[in-house]
């Protein structure tokens, strides 16, 4: 197949981009805007791949996307590209607005268009996937409850908000128009190339730097932890055998605290990198409690069984061995981590230089 892949220079797209390349013989076109969040630096190791290519584009950009579909003729669209830190979207939500709901309707309307006028075998096997997060789904108590694909809406943040509208949208232009789509709902993702802001790669790089390990509130807020390899592998195994016009939800089985998630990693680092920074004794020292973040939810916790008893899949890593390949993989690649934190991964691509 060839797969069109939006997104495919963020975290979990670029995680996407490399196990399909890997593992498959597919190939693959990835369209990304390249905002802060996209790193081409990601993807050096597929980057001279014949079976890839790359193009620079915007989904809200109508013209451009009908263009590069009528170009590449994918058989497939993975839809990653969003706006999708919670932060982010509590100080400006408008961007969340704009790449999560209108960039969304702009893709599926121009999938369409590009769908219907397909010849007949090709039109039979096209298929859009639109990945989504479990946030949109709210939070739950601190029971034994669980998300599942009926659980009802109930967003909490302008980010999960915009991807619940976005989730409204594809499964519509399915039941309207007969868009063949599939959707995914996963958990927390976690693993390399993950944007130093979210809350791994931060208390790893902040704890190397002898930083405050900042946790909103208590700390008791719960998680469920997916590799995101892992999740690379439940999104290809959805794409090519989901059931269409499904939702399937993706989870890593890793409820975990906040605080359990900062305390782990610090364990794990002093293992693996005793040499502190300055005059701490324990990593754990800089752990510094915060100020909670408005509508901060709770827990979030996933039901996988669908995927696992319909399709065969199942996360192969668990939190502890996960955790430790993301924490050594950090150690042994901070001049990717340093490329992002002073901003010049993206003065490179933008050949500004140093």
């Not at 709210?138 to 694909?149: A, H, I, K, M, V």
């Not at 199942?314 to 950090?330: A, D, M, N, R, S």
Request: with cysteine; aromatic share 10%; glycine share 8%.
């Amino acid at each position: 197949m060839k797969i069109l892949i939006t997104g495919g220079a963020g975290f979990i797209g670029s995680a996407l981009v490399r196990h399909v390349l890997g593992n498959t013989d597919h190939h693959v076109v990835n369209l990304d805007k390249l905002t802060y969040a996209g790193n081409l630096e990601s993807l050096k190791s597929v980057e001279a791949n014949p079976r890839y290519q790359f193009e620079q584009a915007d989904i809200c950009d109508a013209a451009t996307v009908k263009q590069l579909l009528d170009k590449h003729q994918p058989d497939v669209i993975m839809h990653l590209a969003a706006e999708s830190h919670v932060d982010r979207s509590i100080d400006g939500p408008a961007e969340f607005i704009t790449t999560n709901i209108v960039g969304t309707y702009s893709l599926v309307e121009a999938a369409r268009n590009y769908w219907q006028n397909l010849a007949v075998d090709k039109k039979a096997k096209f298929r859009f996937h639109h990945i989504s997060t479990d946030e949109v789904y709210g939070d739950l108590p601190n029971d034994d409850s669980l998300f599942t694909e009926e659980t009802p809406y109930s967003p909490s943040s302008p980010y999960s908000a915009s991807k619940a509208s976005s989730d409204h949208i594809v499964r519509a232009w399915h039941r309207t128009y007969g868009l063949p789509v599939v959707v995914t709902n996963c958990s927390n993702n976690y693993g390399p190339y993950h944007f130093p802001e979210k809350l791994i790669p931060l208390v790893i790089l902040n704890a190397l730097d002898g930083k405050p390990l900042p946790v909103y509130g208590d700390g008791k807020q719960v998680r469920d932890w997916l590799y995101v390899d892992d999740h690379a592998r439940a999104l290809l195994t959805v794409v090519e055998t989901g059931k269409i016009g499904e939702t399937y939800n993706i989870g890593g089985h890793n409820e975990k605290e906040n605080i359990t998630v900062v305390r782990t990693i610090c364990s794990i680092l002093e293992e693996l990198h005793p040499q502190k920074p300055g005059s701490i004794s324990k990593y754990e020292d800089l752990i510094t409690f915060v100020k909670d973040r408005p509508g901060h939810d709770l827990r979030y916790a996933i039901d996988a069984g669908k995927i696992a008893n319909e399709l065969g899949w199942t996360p192969e890593e668990t939190f502890e061995t996960g955790l430790k390949k993301t924490v050594q993989w950090y150690l042994d690649n901070m001049d990717w981590c340093r490329h992002v934190q002073d901003g010049s991964y993206r003065r490179e691509r933008l050949g500004l230089g140093d």
